[in-house]
């Protein structure tokens, strides 16, 4: 039994009813909204968890749809969607990223069997969880496309490339492929800690280093089959996968030169070798603090400084920036405490705490959260990166409570039953703890605040 039937979600009918064409300054806080219109073009742009986004990132022309998953629950709930494309006609698959547990075989088995051959994929980064493999093999007589999983560095998951571990799994891998047991799709890797970036360049030194580490994995991996296989080098965290869009850029506007060069090689590498790219794009749909604080495109397309006429057509596509974070949290003003911050400056209390933001930190300012300028008069957006905000701040958050401050005491005042809106750090976490998302479009003009839609998010694991 799938725990899509353990774990009920809400009905769908009856949110839209209690909720659509309602104004967010009149539904109970806190809540998710989400901007449709900045997920469209966040989507757009770089081709989280419910069918109408995954629909958004998938598209509609004829080429494969093809899905990472982190929780066994979305592969089950996105199983339909799957189909439906399939009978359009297009090549499916779903990815299981976290590695292989023999307590997901029954249910990722019968994954396989809704999908059929080449429709899920398995992440493996140690020979016992081929056991598991060969269990969700008999169990369909599907053999399951497998992709080694890579530890470039971030230390989370994956085999260290060049080690014996490393060459046992491989041999492993290609024992049991020659059964027919699996098929070896590719080489995966994702860099975390590619979030500790501060710049292009160094967003793209960690792209490189991903392509780097697949590209020794892959030429043992010939080595081993004695031919070259089609395999597919998968890699990307939202801070590299961004970095990408480097290559688009005039060079002699572009930084890190170096680093687009070396990285241009190792991809001419890999296309050499028969192997062919993936991108995987993470968060990048909602965007968050965290993201904006890698600065992993160039500060002309982030609009923070005045960009030349040669890279304004670049501008459009490139919405890392303030404007297209598409997650906030709602909440409400509870209390103030004028005179009681540091020096004398004001807090407020809010009705959002580390259930409903997450306790998430980011490397670029010391809080939880940055008040966006949504209902609040004259305040526009941020001007700076989240390093250089000094208005109001999630600065402190218990189960229940979040308690703004305004360090630089040089933004607008705030009224308890006040609506605001928040830019959470993490919008993974943040989420996570909701059962709908709110959908908004800003692109209405005079409607902006109206609910159009309410997404059913896919709960458990």
Not at 83 to 98: D, H, M, P, Q, T
Not at 156 to 175: D, F, K, N, W
Not at 251 to 260: D, F, M, P, Y
Request: proline share 6%.
């Amino acid at each position: 039994m799938d725990s899509t039937s353990l774990i009920p979600s809400a009905s769908k009918e009856e949110l839209v009813k209690e909720y659509v064409g309602k104004s967010l300054h009149d539904v109970p806080c806190p809540a998710v909204v989400l901007d449709i219109s900045k997920l469209r073009k966040n989507c757009t742009d770089m081709l989280e968890t419910t069918t109408e986004l995954t629909r958004l990132q998938i598209g509609d022309g004829p080429g494969p749809a093809n899905i990472v998953v982190s929780t066994v629950v979305e592969a089950e709930n996105i199983v339909p969607l799957l189909l439906e494309y399939k009978n359009e006609g297009r090549a499916v698959n779903i990815l299981y990223s976290f590695p292989l547990t023999s307590g997901v075989v029954d249910r990722l088995s019968k994954v396989s069997t809704a999908l059929g051959p080449n429709g899920i994929s398995l992440m493996i980064d140690h020979p016992s969880q081929l056991r598991s493999v060969a269990a969700i093999h008999e169990q369909t007589n599907i053999p399951p496309l497998v992709f080694i999983k890579i530890d470039m560095g971030g230390h989370r998951a994956g085999v260290i490339p060049g080690t014996e571990t490393c060459s046992q799994l491989i041999s492993s891998v290609m024992a049991l492929a020659k059964r027919n047991v699996c098929i070896l799709h590719g080489l995966y890797s994702h860099a975390g800690h590619s979030y500790s970036s501060n710049s292009q360049t160094a967003a793209l030194d960690y792209l490189r280093q991903e392509f780097e580490a697949l590209l020794v994995t892959s030429e043992e991996v010939h080595s081993v089959a004695a031919t070259k296989l089609p395999l597919v080098l998968s890699v990307g965290a939202t801070p590299t996968s961004s970095a990408i869009r480097n290559l688009l850029l005039p060079s002699a506007s572009s930084e890190g030169l170096n680093e687009i060069s070396a990285l241009k090689a190792t991809m001419g590498a890999i296309r050499d070798l028969g192997c062919e790219i993936e991108i995987h794009a993470g968060v990048y749909p909602m965007l968050d603090m965290q993201q904006l604080a890698t600065h992993a495109l160039p500060e002309e397309l982030l609009g923070v400084r005045p960009f030349s006429s040669q890279i304004r057509r670049y501008h459009e596509l490139t919405h890392t920036k303030w404007s297209s974070v598409a997650i906030t949290i709602l909440a409400e003003i509870a209390s103030l405490y004028p005179p009681r911050g540091t020096s004398d400056s004001p807090e407020a209390l809010i009705t959002a705490g580390s259930l409903a933001l997450g306790r998430e930190p980011c490397k670029a300012y010391p809080g939880w959260g940055i008040l966006s300028p949504w209902n609040r008069t004259s305040f526009a957006l941020p001007n700076t990166g989240p390093e250089g905000y000094s208005g109001w701040q999630i600065s402190r958050i218990s189960q229940e409570h979040g308690i703004l401050t305004n360090p630089g005491k040089n933004d607008s005042e705030l009224s308890i039953g006040q609506k605001v809106r928040v830019w959470p750090n993490h919008a993974c976490i943040a989420g996570a703890g909701y059962g709908w998302y709110l959908i908004v479009d800003e692109s209405r003009i005079g409607k902006e605040d109206e609910i159009v839609d309410v997404w059913v998010r896919w709960r458990g694991w």
